[in-house]
């Protein structure tokens, strides 16, 4: 694999089910991203983590969980999906702790609550 | 508050010029990126500017006023493969990128 690798790309999943959404990247970058896209709204920060071991709130934390065991591995959890975190999600990486860096983005996982 | 500023959808003529503007309040700044997103598709890297002025780029500039706020993104001899939205995203003093909505450039033929 080369960059970020998102999986699933695609899921259909019932409110109140819990779901793991997985993140890998393979460039070594130090700080990694989970946001969300919604139609007609800019990209929103859910978590972030600008080094392995570390973890911090974005702007919309609230029903997501994550971890940062190692460097590659982002993984974002729903504990109990609602309809509302119906999106897509968007996994990137950046090489700098600070996140000054470009970012580079996996090819993203459409993810509808029913 | 935070907030970025840019149009909704602009229309352009294949070989022409088109800018693209995006106006910005944020908690502090450490820069300004461009990325391109196709529909369906990740965004991508297109241009970061820091200090004040243009920066060229092939067929892609960017402008940045820091005093006043303002970028905009120059795109030159457009081609068909240039449709897609165009995100501004300024870094607020947390380092955090702030994300407008983007701009949809529907080039035409």
């Known amino acids: 694999i080369a960059g970020i690798t998102q999986a699933p790309t695609s899921q259909i999943l019932a409110a109140g089910r819990r779901m793991t959404l997985r993140c890998t990247q393979d460039?070594?970058?130090?700080?990694m991203y989970w946001y969300r896209q919604d139609l007609g709204l800019g990209l929103r920060l859910i978590h972030y983590?600008?080094?392995?071991?570390?973890?911090g709130k974005g702007e919309v934390p609230d029903g997501y969980s994550v971890s940062r065991a190692n460097t590659d591995d982002f993984p974002l959890t729903l504990a109990s999906a609602v309809p509302s975190q119906t999106s897509v999600y968007f996994c990137?990486?950046?090489?700098?702790?600070?996140?000054?860096?470009?970012?580079?983005f996996g090819e993203g996982s459409r993810l509808t609550v029913l | 508050g935070q907030n970025i500023d840019q149009p909704t959808e602009m229309t352009a003529t294949e070989g022409a010029i088109v800018q693209i503007n995006c106006t910005y309040q944020?908690?502090?700044?450490?820069?300004l990126f461009w990325y391109q997103q196709h529909a369906g598709e990740a965004p991508t890297f297109l241009s970061y500017?820091?200090l004040d002025g243009l920066e060229e780029k092939g067929r892609f500039s960017s402008f940045l006023s820091r005093s006043k706020g303002y970028s905009y993104l120059l795109l030159k001899e457009l081609q068909m493969k240039d449709s897609a939205s165009y995100l501004c995203?300024?870094?607020?003093?947390?380092?955090?990128?702030?994300w407008g909505a983007g701009t949809k450039l529907i080039i035409k033929p």
């Open positions: 990137a990486s950046s090489d700098g702790t600070s996140g000054t860096g470009e970012l580079f």
């Open positions: 460039m070594r970058h130090n700080a």
């Open positions: 944020t908690s502090g700044f450490n820069g």
């Open positions: 995203a300024p870094m607020d003093s947390n380092y955090q990128l702030i």
């Open positions: 500017n820091v």
């Open positions: 983590s600008n080094t392995a071991g570390t973890t």
